[in-house]
Nanobody, 121 residues
Framework: QLQLVESGGGSVQAGGSLRLSCAAS????????MGWFRQDPRLGRELVGG????????HYAGSVAGRFTISRDNVKNTVYLQMNSLKPEDTGVYYC??????????????WGQGTQVTVSS
């Protein structure tokens, strides 16, 4: 079992920045690729970004590429999502997820509880 706990959500004005963190425990963190998803009532769930076990490979949704950066620290067992130039459409609940696959899929093995991000115009 892997437990995931997100933090860092909040409210920010458009153009601002937030950094989300996800702390993992209970298993070997470096065994997992990691990702961040967001849930919006209108658009459903979207994979925002993913990172492989080593941190060497990342990918992003087109809507956030160039603005968001995913990273991980395998010593601290933590994955991060740095979000810059935030837009109102980035509003949603952000979930951290872990996958035993080499890169995060849409059906990860573990989920965090989610953290709310609200961007006002």
């Amino acid at each position: 079992q892997l437990q995931l706990v997100e933090s860092g959500g909040g409210s920010v004005q458009a153009g601002g920045s937030l950094r989300l963190s996800c702390a993992a425990s209970g298993n070997i963190f470096s065994n997992y690729s990691m990702g961040w998803f967001r849930q919006d009532p209108r658009l459903g769930r979207e994979l925002v970004g993913g990172i492989d076990w080593s941190g060497a490979n990342t990918h992003y949704a087109g809507s956030v590429a160039g603005r968001f950066t995913i990273s991980r620290d395998n010593v601290k067992n933590t994955v991060y999502l740095q979000m810059n130039s935030l837009k109102p459409e980035d509003t949603g609940v952000y979930y951290c997820a872990a996958d035993l696959a080499m890169m995060i899929t849409n059906y990860p093995d573990y989920w965090g509880q989610g953290t709310q991000v609200t961007v006002s115009s």
